[in-house]
């Protein structure tokens, strides 16, 4: 009893030696269990920022709502640093538009019980031009870190032509040694199949794609590069499609609705990109609908897919831990005549039951079916529910 006892308090010690013996780092901290939420600058306003703008848009986290309904990451995009490191090397911030400097804006939004990310790429300069933290990974991840920095976004802007995944890896490293948890995003566009290597690395999301815009051929088409990528996608590791366009005024409510509900069933990280300081009552809506933010925080074992495509017509799924099924029916075609989009229970893998309970993820309404869920739909809209054996 005794040796069973000393081999317990020791079997941790031998699995941390044994990692390091084989080359295998220990496990990163569990720092996004759930895909991280929050808001981005950069779609909305680029360069155009400066400290007033995030210390109001954490103001409007609180005040909207949006933090609890979960968004807590407020992310300063590129263009906040100053177009020259400091005289020992560091970066520092623009000295015009942010005075008071990151620690400062970093100490105000954790007041609101928010977190604080920033920018930088995996190259000499950033995509604007600006210092970036090629070669100099361990300096900076000890600013960001000295600076109350919770999340980093990393680009792939000026990258030399180097291998990507040396490159991610090294900021991954240097910011775990800062012994501050940071989640690290890595954006590196999908050039080098990131989901193959990236969460290896110590990333906790990685964009598939390039940038999105704020148009239903570009969410789509970002829509499509997510099929087949669904089982690279675990707790701690997320297929990201970019942010959200919803509310920056290019495409319809109904298209909105489409693009926040399909990018939470493909739980995909719930990042932001308008002003919301100012969203309208739908745009409030869209993005705190609860039972659509519960589709992509749930994590059952497995991101939702394209179940079949049928032209215009397509039929996306995803398991939820309690047996239940997130289902997404969409129209993507453009002609005025509307479609009808049917899909079976038994498709969905649910069990042969009599009934099944059917929730309308945007207007709340329940009901029960027998043999098929079906809806009709106009050009560019869908209809999102969730579907479950239980009559409870």
Not at 116 to 134: F, M, R
Not at 304 to 311: E, P, V
């Amino acid at each position: 009893m005794n040796k069973m006892i000393g081999y317990l308090i020791f079997l941790p010690l031998f699995i941390l030696l044994a990692c390091f013996a084989f080359g295998q780092p220990p496990a990163k901290p569990q720092l996004a269990d759930t895909p991280p939420m929050g808001w981005n600058s950069w779609k909305k306003f680029g360069c155009k920022i400066d400290e007033i703008l995030i210390r109001e848009t954490a103001d409007a986290f609180v005040s909207s709502g949006m933090r609890d309904a979960g968004y807590v990451y407020v992310n300063i995009d590129d263009c906040w640093m100053a177009k020259e490191r400091d005289a020992q090397g560091d970066l520092q911030p623009d000295p015009v538009r942010f005075p008071n400097g990151i620690k400062a804006l970093s100490d105000y939004v954790h007041a609101k019980g928010l977190k604080l990310g920033v920018y930088s790429s995996a190259g000499t300069k950033t995509c604007e031009g600006l210092p970036a933290s090629l070669d100099h990974e361990d300096a900076d991840a000890r600013k960001f870190a000295e600076w109350g920095v919770d999340y980093l976004k990393y680009d792939n802007c000026n990258n030399l032509n180097r291998p990507a995944p040396p490159r991610y890896r090294a900021m991954a490293e240097a910011l775990k040694k800062t012994g501050r948890p940071i989640v690290f995003s890595i954006c590196e566009w999908g050039s080098n199949k990131p989901w193959e290597w990236a969460s290896e690395v110590g990333g906790y999301l990685w964009r598939t794609t390039g940038d999105i815009s704020d148009n239903w051929q570009s969410m789509t088409r970002l829509l499509d590069k997510q099929v087949g990528l669904e089982k690279y996608s675990k707790q701690n590791a997320w297929n990201d499609p970019d942010m959200l366009e919803v509310g920056n005024g290019s495409m319809t409510d109904a298209e909105y609705r489409a693009h926040f509900g399909l990018w939470a069933l493909l739980n995909a990280p719930l990042i932001a990109g308008n002003d919301i300081r100012s969203m309208t009552p739908v745009i409030k809506d869209i993005l705190m609908n609860r039972d659509v933010i519960a589709v992509d925080q749930d994590w059952g074992g497995k991101q939702g897919f394209k179940l079949r495509a049928d032209g215009r017509s397509e039929v996306w799924i995803k398991p939820m831990s309690d047996g239940s099924r997130a289902v997404i029916l969409l129209n993507r075609g453009g002609s005025d005549e509307p479609v009808s989009i049917a899909v079976t229970p038994q498709e969905l893998g649910l069990p042969n039951v009599s009934k099944y309970r059917v929730k309308n993820l945007w207007t709340k309404e329940t009901k029960t079916i027998t043999k098929e869920l079906r809806a009709v739909l106009t050009a560019h809209n869908s209809a999102m529910y969730i579907v479950s054996s239980s009559q409870k």
